[in-house]
């Protein structure tokens, strides 16, 4: 079976007019970007300061890191907008912020989260929904509800609303954001 290509913003469009929307409400955008790629998703829209972090060299104007590793140490508490538009779905990513002491409240978190029955779920998801081992046995059962594990993982650390639009093909792809409470 042939794998899926990473593609780097696919609908670019719509990505940005969501940006637009969950900041409409904020009067300057502080914004730490942690899936920066080439820096397009924000290129367009009028900030007062903006931090991407990229993992590949050489794409944008980045701090080259691991966003899954460097944002549990960072200071989130200079950003009001912080943007996980990563490959798959941002778990690791967004429990980290939500854990993280500095991240204020009122702060817009933006994702995408993307998955299948072929996608693979993180082992920290894994471990906090309890199927480690019955996922070694049957991982396609478990990885299509990858999705649904995020959003559990987010209601237990006390995220209420979310708002989100939904884009099916031979994946399940959720945009949206919330904002910490």
């Excluded at 929307?21 to 009028?46: C, M, P, Q, R």
């Excluded at 907008?81 to 939500?98: A, Q």
Aim: aromatic share 12%.
């Amino acid at each position: 079976m042939k794998q899926p290509t990473k593609t780097d913003n696919k609908s670019v469009a719509n990505k940005v007019f969501l940006r637009k929307k969950a900041t409409e409400h904020l009067d300057k955008l502080y914004v730490l970007d942690l899936f920066a790629g080439n820096n397009v998703l924000w290129s367009g829209i009028d900030k007062a300061r903006y931090y991407g972090v990229e993992l590949m060299a050489g794409k944008g104007k980045n701090l080259n890191a691991d966003a899954r590793q460097a944002v549990a140490s960072l200071d989130l508490s200079g950003f009001n907008v912080i943007d996980c538009d990563c490959y798959g779905i941002p778990y690791e990513v967004c429990k980290k912020i939500l854990e993280n002491n500095s991240a204020k409240s009122g702060t817009v978190v933006i994702f995408t989260a993307i998955t299948n029955a072929l996608s693979g779920l993180t082992k920290m998801c894994m471990d906090d929904q309890n199927i480690g081992q019955m996922y070694k046995t049957a991982p396609t059962t478990f990885n299509q509800n990858g999705v649904e594990y995020f959003y559990d993982m987010l209601g237990n650390l006390g995220i209420t609303k979310i708002k989100y639009y939904e884009a099916n093909d031979s994946y399940i792809k959720h945009y949206g954001y919330f904002v910490i409470e």
